[in-house]
């Protein structure tokens, strides 16, 4: 059963504008969280992470919003880039534990 | 500092063939975790291994096996191949021993395993 949800295949953003990418969860003992981005024929890029003990954290243009009552986070991307395109994946561990549950990921399209 | 280095970058067998995929961890990391990835699937955790020891196992049958050495290399087996084996099999390295901030999990370029 699918735990981390991306019910978002896919988004396209303009340029200079706020992309925000979904992530919804069932399991509450997700405890630690993670975005990672991700170009074809690559693995993953870790982008940001959010402990269960925060409901936010910042780095560069990059914020992660946690709601955990909702069970639910998001990635906010501002300004967007052209360089943001790429598919991001939503994960999830529990006990912080390193077997992460990923989402099936959004394919983010920036348009100049 | 270098990243994490999966060989070989692409493999092709037949099925009934085993494989082996190495992984190497960036320099000073201790944990070792694989993961399939395939398009119906999506991303799948295989196993984790902290300091030679099998910490985690994902939902897998005992066809995938692991193993890592002393200076935290890993490898991954997968015997009899079938069809549906056939993914990008993605390592990520870790200082260990669970996550934290500036204590992620960062991944390798992958391996491309395709069975006929």
């Known amino acids: 059963d699918q735990q981390v949800k991306q019910n978002s295949p896919s988004l396209s953003v303009q340029e200079g504008r706020i992309s925000i990418l979904n992530c919804d969860y069932t399991?509450?003992?997700?405890?630690?969280f993670l975005w990672y981005k991700k170009y074809p024929a690559e693995g993953p890029t870790f982008l940001i992470s959010?402990?269960?003990?925060?409901d936010k954290n910042e780095d560069g243009r990059f914020t992660v919003f946690l709601n955990k009552s909702a069970k639910h986070l998001s990635l906010h991307i501002v300004p967007s880039q052209p360089g943001d395109s790429a598919v991001y994946f939503c994960?999830?561990?529990?006990?912080?534990?390193?077997?992460?549950?990923f989402g099936k990921g959004t394919s983010l399209l920036v348009t100049p | 500092k270098a990243g994490v280095t999966q060989t070989p970058r692409y493999l092709i067998k037949t099925r009934g063939q085993q494989v082996t995929l190495s992984c190497s961890p960036i320099?000073?990391?201790?944990?070792v975790s694989w993961y399939q990835q395939t398009p119906g699937q999506g991303l799948q955790f295989l196993f984790e291994?902290?300091?030679?020891?099998?910490?985690n196992k994902g939902n897998f049958p005992g066809r995938f096996s692991g193993r890592q050495f002393s200076n935290s290399r890993s490898e991954m087996n997968v015997s009899t191949l079938e069809l549906g084996d056939s993914a990008l099999y993605l390592c990520?390295?870790?200082?260990?021993?669970?996550?934290?901030?500036?204590?992620?999990?960062?991944f390798g370029p992958g391996t491309r395993l395709t069975v006929l």
């Open positions: 994960a999830a561990s529990v006990n912080s534990g390193y077997a992460l549950n």
């Open positions: 291994y902290f300091s030679e020891t099998q910490r």
């Open positions: 959010i402990s269960s003990i925060k």
């Open positions: 990520a390295s870790s200082l260990g021993p669970g996550l934290a901030e500036l204590n992620e999990q960062f």
């Open positions: 399991n509450s003992m997700f405890d630690y």
């Open positions: 320099s000073g990391h201790r944990s």
